[in-house]
């Protein structure tokens, strides 16, 4: 059984376009997150939600916006998509919703992104 | 700028060998994580450090949480082609679990 799933695995597109990926976990977890991992390996949060809170890193432009119908999904919305908006996005889940940092978070596949 | 910075970027060595990683930050973190990503996967969690000083032993892999919970190192004893992979520290604040990542360790074992 998969724990964190994401879909699509690629997803190739034009500028200006509007597109949205999609994460589901079966873990039973209380909070979801957004990853963007660059062409460098670098990996940067970009959202931290749980039915309560929803956590945004203020770098992230608000042409990204996190959307979760229930607790088991977040799926991640990106308007107006821009060139350097492409790399390998990562949804993960963790079990607390107090917001532990010791908690163990679960990574999906990622999703790679290509915007030409 | 990275808040945390790991060292060295790459590495390449021969199977046997024994390697350290360097994860160092300016800040105080209240637990330090490292996580192991192969390509095409995310990554997955090896160890949580969260006392200063603390060291922790995972078979071939021993983690170590500076006294002053600013950095860390992951040294690997004996190290085998199966140990390459890309190597992340990841530090947390408590607040909303958000955690904060180095540039990751990209190490390559030979046969």
């Known amino acids: 059984d998969t724990a964190v799933s994401q879909t699509p695995k690629y997803l190739v597109t034009q500028m200006g376009n509007d597109k949205s990926i999609k994460c589901e976990q079966n873990?039973?977890?209380?909070?979801m997150y957004w990853y963007k991992q660059d062409s460098k390996k670098f990996l940067k949060i970009m959202f931290s939600?749980?039915?309560?809170?929803?956590?945004i890193n203020e770098t992230v432009p608000n042409r990204f916006s996190p959307k979760s119908p229930d607790k088991a999904h977040l799926n991640l919305h990106i308007n107006s998509l821009e060139l350097g908006d492409s790399a390998v996005y990562f949804c993960?889940?963790?079990?607390?919703?107090?917001?532990?940092?010791?908690?163990?978070?679960?990574f999906g596949p990622g999703t790679r992104l290509t915007v030409l | 700028t990275q808040l945390l910075e790991q060292s060295p970027q790459f590495l390449s060595i021969q199977e046997g060998e024994n390697l350290t990683v360097y994860c160092n930050s300016s800040?105080?973190?209240?637990?330090l994580q490292w996580y192991r990503q192969e390509p095409g996967e995310g990554p997955v969690l090896l160890v949580t450090v969260v006392t200063g000083g603390e060291v922790k032993k995972l078979k071939r892999l021993t983690f170590q949480f500076g006294d002053a919970r600013k950095d860390s190192s992951l040294h690997i004893t004996a190290a085998q082609p199966g140990d390459t992979g890309l190597y992340l520290c990841a530090g947390g604040y408590n607040a909303g679990n958000m955690l904060t990542f180095g540039g990751g360790t990209r190490l390559m074992v030979k046969p």
């Open positions: 993960a889940s963790s079990k607390g919703l107090a917001g532990q940092s010791t908690d163990t978070q679960y």
């Open positions: 800040s105080v973190f209240s637990s």
């Open positions: 873990l039973g977890h209380d909070t």
């Open positions: 939600y749980n039915n309560k809170e929803l956590i």
